[in-house]
Every structure is written in structure tokens, then in C-alpha cells.
């Protein structure tokens, strides 16, 4: 059974960093789509960044090109957000998602499996 767990949110103030982590487990996560998702309240659930685990393409919402950047660590089966230049306008509970699915990478109907979620707030 497919779990996945986050790690690494917190509060930082602008211009801050902060890595997020996802421990996935239950499958070998060959030929998936991982992710990484957000919502902030009122607002629906975005894309923010994807990989694809075999071959490693990446895939980023316009709002956090070069500031974030997802990788994979395949042997310890876990996927990672770096984010940098954190803006207020970032704030949001994080959220890992999985699926084997093809579909839009960056649309969260496209997921099957997904964490409880991280949250991250950026102060002014």
C-alpha cells in the first residue's frame, strides 16, 4: 500500500528557505509521476513541481520556477522541495502526491495517493 509522508515545513520569513521531504513507501515508484502540491485557504489545490521517476523530467508551476527545485532520492525512495526567495504569497499546507496514472503532471486529478500535508508559512 502506497504511503506517503512530509516533512520539513515550518515558518521563515521572506526571502528564507526551507526543504521539504516525502517518504514514500508500499510500491518501487518505477515509472511515476511524484509531486508536490499546495493549497492556501480559500483557494484551490495547485501544482507546484513534478518529477517523473524514470528519466527524471521535472515539471514547474510559473509561480516557482527558479525558486524551487524537485529531485528524488531513489534508494531511500524519498522526494524533495527546496524552496528559496520563500514569498508570502507562498503560504500553504504542502502536500506530496503520487500517481502511475498518465495524465497532466501538474493536475492534481491526475494523483491517486497523497500525504496529510506540511504546512508553510512565509512572513513578511
Known amino acids: 500500500q502506497v504511503q506517503l509522508v512530509e516533512s520539513g515545513g515550518g515558518s521563515v520569513q521572506t526571502g528564507g528557505s526551507l526543504r521539504l521531504s516525502c517518504a514514500a513507501s508500499?510500491?518501487?515508484?518505477?515509472?511515476?509521476?511524484l509531486g508536490w502540491f499546495r493549497q492556501a485557504p480559500g483557494k484551490e489545490r495547485e501544482g507546484v513541481a513534478v518529477?517523473?521517476?524514470?528519466?527524471?523530467?521535472?515539471y514547474y508551476a510559473d509561480s516557482v520556477k527558479g525558486r524551487f527545485t524537485i529531485s528524488q532520492d531513489s534508494a531511500k525512495n524519498t522526494l524533495y522541495l527546496q524552496m528559496n526567495s520563500l514569498k508570502p504569497e507562498d503560504t500553504a499546507m504542502y502536500y506530496c502526491?503520487?500517481?502511475?496514472?498518465?495524465?497532466?503532471?501538474?493536475?492534481?486529478?491526475?494523483?491517486?495517493?497523497w500525504g496529510q500535508g506540511t504546512q508553510v508559512t512565509v512572513s513578511s
Open positions: 502526491a503520487a500517481t502511475d496514472l498518465l495524465g497532466w503532471p501538474l493536475r492534481q486529478s491526475t494523483y491517486t495517493y
Open positions: 508500499g510500491s518501487t515508484y518505477s515509472n511515476f509521476y
Open positions: 518529477i517523473y521517476t524514470s528519466g527524471g523530467r521535472t
